[in-house]
């Protein structure tokens, strides 16, 4: 613990002495135009995308980098892909995104659920301009995307540039900045549910652009698409810059966000009732089976945060980003488990009884506070050794996350499914996890980009990892061990492309990864528990990149195959009939097409196909082995395509289509129940007249009743019910 915080300690000296060393460089006689470091135009790969095709990404590498030059498959979402959806949460946003498996569970306003190629990201796959928004239990951020410029995906294995992440690949949610521009966009709308936003963005500049600000907010609330759910919610990003000259640069930040709803219905259900018939039929899509009385969830996270920009003489370039955050939340309320029955009390069941047909509900409480601190140093240039051109990163990153956390479950009344009454007292809860958990990560990482022989690009990225985690809890709680570890951990990825003037770039790539586990064998003795290795494991990539020279085009496909060790595998004990094991191996092999083009300025279109093999490879139980895990679809396809009329009588009307399917999955471990695979359409229409706009977006045109996925036979969620939004902006 003590090496950690000295060498966080000296990491902050660095930085402080090369920003005091930036300073004195930076007072020229005259204020230089912006043109080292920005935040918008075509060479920028954070700033805004030019219509559907994005050319450049740091997600990949941490740096400035062609799209084409990463050896990885990376997908890229803009401002205009979002906003001509309506993706009113990120989730919803990577709908169309080749590898991912997007809403998993349904519609779920406070988690954004996303898998990619196979492996849940939510947890430890989702990061902010490059840091990690980790998230444990219920201790996660969850990010508006009205306030982003773009969110990026990077699949597959990221643990060389990022730490330990999900094997299947993380997405980048890249902030809108200050602009040096003055100017305003205030957008309003509403949903056939009756739940509105207010969405406002501001940016103001003195006029050498010195000093620049934003303004980004949005406030909604009201129904929801199931009964009794509602909710309230905003958030606000206020920000300034700083930027004396062309090559230093400092942007300070902070983000408000709250959230207060009664949950929405249409999770946790039988299998029988929504993916099959029950003697009743169907459950339906609208009931909510919690309590309307006590249900509530409430939660506030704040941010605070800078990134800092420095370009020396010699063309070297200083990046710190610091971030640090709290998150508050607490939520109470029953949740279904299966059918009720004299023989079925923990919703083990398959059919239900009847008449009344009762849904067996487990009460729910819990209390979470989340503290976490991240800084990012990194310095990169450029170097010509003989016939090689190296582009070289070096770079330490800190990682500080603390939960503390009370869970609590128990006796709830059941409900009738088929009608359900409200207000029957509910039974005690008790405590079964009240824990503080701290975990310290600090890296070491490096990146060389080497070009050489007309066209050949050789990655190579190594990274040493140093993790401390402590788990502290009351004696006697099963699921709440107390342990201390320390681990530590190396990563590397090496590929190889080639780049030909045609703009077609064939690569190859493999990587290894890992992933820190806080669970632990918990002692029934009241005394330490048994922490957990780290998740590891590997990915090989072959794929083709092609940016066409007579368009704005590009098109992406890709063969892969990830393997996962370390799973947790129930092996359960006379003393501890909890107990788990690291046995567990699951392989992912797959394939996957991505293409995007600006056909004109006014026509765009996007299209993506993603087929794998999932499997689990090693278990403590053998009748998985060869399985499939459950909730992930092993086939996804989509397409959008989005057309403005660009003169004439009907101009400034645009109109936007797209289909999406969904591929069947196992709602159970061994593969005796599926989930079928589901169909969707969703439709656009705008109306552009000089700084005014209107629009009508609807997801899931024809209602199509589906189930989304089950987490086992009692964890059936329904998927999107047709969302009708309206909407109108105004822009100076």
Same mark, same amino acid.
């Given at each position: 613990?003590?090496?950690?915080?000295?060498?966080?300690?000296?990491?902050?000296?660095?930085?402080?002495?090369?920003?005091?060393?930036a300073?004195?460089?930076?007072?020229?006689?005259?204020?230089?135009?912006?043109?080292?470091?920005?935040?918008?135009?075509?060479?920028?790969?954070?700033?805004?995308?030019n219509? &559907?095709?994005?050319?450049?990404?740091?997600?990949?590498?941490?740096?400035?980098? !062609?799209?084409?030059?990463?050896?990885?498959?990376?997908?890229?979402?803009?401002?205009?892909?979002?906003?001509?959806?309506?993706?009113?949460?990120?989730?919803?946003?990577?709908?169309?995104?080749?590898?991912?498996?997007?809403?998993?569970? *349904?519609?779920?306003?406070?988690?954004?659920?996303i898998?990619?190629?196979? =492996?849940?990201?939510?947890? $430890?796959?989702?990061?902010?301009?490059?840091?990690? @928004?980790?998230?444990?239990?219920?201790?996660?951020?969850?990010?508006?995307?009205?306030?982003?410029?773009?969110v990026?995906?990077?699949?597959? !294995?990221?643990?060389?540039?990022?730490?330990?992440?999900?094997?299947?690949?993380?997405?980048? @949610? #890249?902030?809108?900045?200050?602009?040096?521009?003055?100017?305003?966009?205030?957008?309003?709308?509403?949903?056939?549910?009756?739940?509105? &936003?207010?969405?406002?963005?501001?940016?103001?500049?003195?006029?050498?652009?010195?000093?620049?600000?934003?303004?980004?907010?949005?406030?909604?609330?009201?129904?929801?698409?199931?009964?009794?759910?509602?909710?309230f919610r905003?958030?606000?990003?206020?920000?300034?810059?700083y930027?004396?000259?062309?090559?230093?640069?400092?942007?300070?930040?902070?983000v408000?966000?709250?959230?207060?709803?009664?949950?929405?219905?249409?999770?946790?259900?039988?299998?029988?009732?929504?993916?099959?018939?029950?003697?009743?039929?169907?459950?339906?899509?609208?009931?909510?089976?919690?309590?309307?009385?006590?249900?509530d969830?409430?939660?506030?996270?704040?941010?605070?945060?800078?990134?800092?920009?420095?370009?020396?003489?010699?063309?070297?370039?200083?990046?710190?980003?610091?971030?640090?955050?709290?998150?508050?939340?607490?939520?109470?309320?029953? &949740?279904?488990?299966?059918?009720?029955?004299?023989?079925?009390?923990?919703?083990?069941?398959?059919?239900?009884?009847?008449?009344?047909?009762?849904?067996y509900?487990?009460? =729910?409480?819990?209390?979470?506070?989340?503290?976490t601190?991240?800084?990012?140093?990194?310095?990169?240039g450029?170097?010509?050794?003989?016939?090689?051109?190296?582009?070289?990163?070096? *770079?330490?990153?800190?990682?500080?996350f603390?939960?503390?956390?009370?869970?609590?479950?128990?006796?709830?009344?059941?409900?009738? +499914?088929?009608?359900?009454?409200?207000?029957?007292?509910? /039974?005690?809860?008790?405590?079964?996890?009240?824990?503080?958990?701290?975990?310290?990560?600090?890296?070491? &990482?490096?990146?060389?980009?080497?070009?050489?022989?007309?066209?050949?690009?050789? $990655?190579?990225?190594?990274?040493?990892?140093? +993790?401390?985690?402590?788990?502290?809890?009351?004696?006697? @709680?099963?699921?709440?061990?107390?342990?201390?570890?320390?681990e530590?951990?190396?990563?590397?990825?090496?590929?190889?492309?080639?780049?030909?003037?045609?703009?077609?770039?064939?690569?190859?790539?493999a990587?290894?990864?890992?992933?820190?586990?806080?669970?632990?064998?918990?002692?029934?003795?009241?005394?330490?528990?048994? !922490?957990?290795?780290?998740?590891?494991?590997?990915?090989?990539?072959?794929?083709?990149?092609?940016?066409?020279?007579?368009?704005?085009?590009? =098109?992406?496909?890709? #063969?892969?195959?990830?393997?996962?060790?370390?799973?947790l595998?129930?092996?359960?004990?006379?003393?501890?009939?909890?107990?788990?094991?690291?046995?567990g191996?699951?392989?992912?092999?797959?394939?996957?097409?991505?293409?995007?083009?600006?056909?004109?300025?006014?026509?765009?279109?996007?299209?993506? =196909?993603?087929?794998?093999?999932?499997?689990?490879?090693?278990?403590?139980?053998?009748?998985?082995?060869?399985?499939?895990?459950?909730? #992930?679809?092993?086939?996804?396809?989509?397409?959008?395509?989005?057309?403005?009329?660009?003169?004439?009588?009907?101009? /400034? +009307?645009? @109109?936007?289509?797209?289909?999406?399917?969904?591929?069947?999955?196992?709602?159970? !471990?061994?593969?005796?129940?599926?989930?079928?695979?589901?169909?969707?359409?969703?439709?656009?229409?705008?109306?552009?007249?000089?700084?005014?706009?209107?629009?009508?977006? #609807?997801?899931?045109?024809?209602?199509?009743?589906?189930?989304?996925?089950?987490? /086992?036979?009692?964890?059936?969620?329904?998927?999107?019910?047709?969302?009708?939004?309206?909407?109108?902006?105004?822009?100076?």
């Amino acid at each position: 613990m003590m090496k950690t915080k000295i060498l966080l300690g000296s990491t902050a000296s660095i930085a402080l002495l090369c920003a005091g060393a930036a300073w004195a460089q930076g007072q020229p006689a005259q204020t230089v135009q912006l043109d080292t470091i920005t935040v918008e135009g075509e060479g920028s790969a954070t700033g805004p995308v030019n219509g &559907y095709v994005a050319t450049r990404s740091t997600a990949g590498s941490k740096a400035n980098t !062609p799209i084409t030059a990463i050896p990885q498959s990376v997908s890229v979402l803009g401002r205009d892909e979002i906003d001509d959806r309506k993706a009113l949460k990120v989730d919803e946003a990577l709908r169309y995104t080749a590898g991912v498996a997007a809403q998993a569970f *349904g519609p779920d306003p406070d988690t954004d659920w996303i898998f990619i190629r196979g =492996f849940q990201a939510t947890q $430890t796959g989702v990061f902010m301009d490059g840091q990690q @928004l980790y998230g444990y239990g219920f201790g996660g951020f969850q990010i508006s995307p009205f306030l982003l410029e773009r969110v990026e995906v990077l699949k597959g !294995p990221a643990s060389v540039l990022y730490g330990g992440s999900t094997p299947g690949g993380i997405v980048n @949610l #890249v902030s809108k900045r200050p602009t040096a521009r003055n100017f305003g966009y205030v957008e309003a709308g509403i949903n056939n549910f009756g739940n509105a &936003y207010l969405g406002i963005d501001v940016g103001l500049s003195d006029k050498q652009g010195v000093w620049s600000t934003r303004l980004t907010g949005k406030l909604s609330g009201g129904d929801q698409y199931t009964d009794v759910a509602k909710d309230f919610r905003g958030t606000i990003m206020p920000q300034i810059t700083y930027q004396p000259t062309g090559a230093t640069r400092i942007t300070a930040y902070g983000v408000y966000s709250a959230l207060d709803q009664i949950h929405v219905g249409g999770g946790f259900l039988p299998y029988v009732g929504t993916v099959v018939n029950a003697p009743f039929g169907k459950i339906r899509r609208k009931a909510f089976l919690g309590e309307p009385a006590i249900d509530d969830q409430q939660r506030t996270e704040t941010l605070l945060g800078y990134e800092f920009q420095h370009q020396f003489a010699n063309n070297w370039n200083f990046t710190q980003n610091l971030r640090y955050g709290v998150m508050t939340g607490s939520q109470l309320g029953p &949740y279904g488990f299966g059918y009720a029955g004299p023989d079925a009390p923990f919703g083990d069941r398959l059919q239900p009884l009847g008449p009344d047909y009762q849904l067996y509900r487990i009460g =729910f409480q819990e209390r979470t506070r989340v503290n976490t601190f991240t800084v990012d140093n990194r310095i990169d240039g450029k170097v010509v050794t003989g016939p090689l051109e190296h582009s070289l990163l070096f *770079g330490i990153d800190y990682k500080y996350f603390n939960i503390d956390h009370t869970q609590a479950s128990g006796g709830a009344n059941t409900i009738s +499914v088929t009608n359900p009454a409200y207000g029957a007292q509910q /039974g005690p809860t008790g405590v079964y996890l009240n824990q503080n958990l701290k975990h310290h990560q600090i890296g070491f &990482y490096a990146q060389d980009q080497i070009r050489f022989g007309g066209g050949f690009l050789l $990655t190579l990225n190594g990274r040493y990892d140093y +993790v401390d985690k402590k788990s502290v809890s009351p004696a006697g @709680l099963l699921f709440s061990p107390t342990y201390e570890k320390k681990e530590a951990s190396w990563s590397g990825r090496a590929g190889l492309g080639y780049e030909f003037a045609n703009g077609l770039t064939p690569y190859v790539s493999a990587a290894t990864f890992f992933t820190p586990v806080f669970d632990a064998v918990p002692n029934l003795l009241g005394g330490p528990g048994q !922490p957990f290795r780290p998740e590891e494991g590997r990915q090989f990539e072959a794929g083709v990149k092609y940016k066409p020279t007579f368009m704005d085009a590009l =098109f992406t496909a890709s #063969v892969f195959q990830i393997t996962k060790q370390n799973v947790l595998n129930p092996a359960p004990t006379t003393l501890n009939p909890f107990a788990q094991q690291q046995l567990g191996e699951v392989t992912s092999r797959g394939v996957e097409f991505e293409a995007k083009a600006n056909i004109t300025k006014d026509l765009k279109v996007l299209a993506s =196909f993603t087929a794998f093999d999932l499997k689990t490879t090693k278990d403590t139980r053998p009748l998985l082995v060869g399985r499939t895990p459950v909730v #992930v679809p092993e086939v996804t396809a989509s397409a959008w395509l989005d057309y403005t009329v660009p003169e004439g009588f009907l101009k /400034g +009307v645009g @109109l936007g289509a797209g289909v999406r399917y969904v591929g069947s999955s196992y709602a159970n !471990p061994e593969n005796t129940l599926k989930v079928p695979s589901a169909t969707l359409v969703d439709a656009a229409i705008r109306y552009q007249i000089g700084n005014w706009g209107m629009a009508l977006n #609807v997801t899931n045109l024809f209602d199509k009743a589906y189930v989304k996925s089950c987490n /086992g036979q009692s964890g059936c969620g329904y998927g999107d019910a047709r969302t009708v939004t309206v909407s109108a902006n105004y822009r100076w």
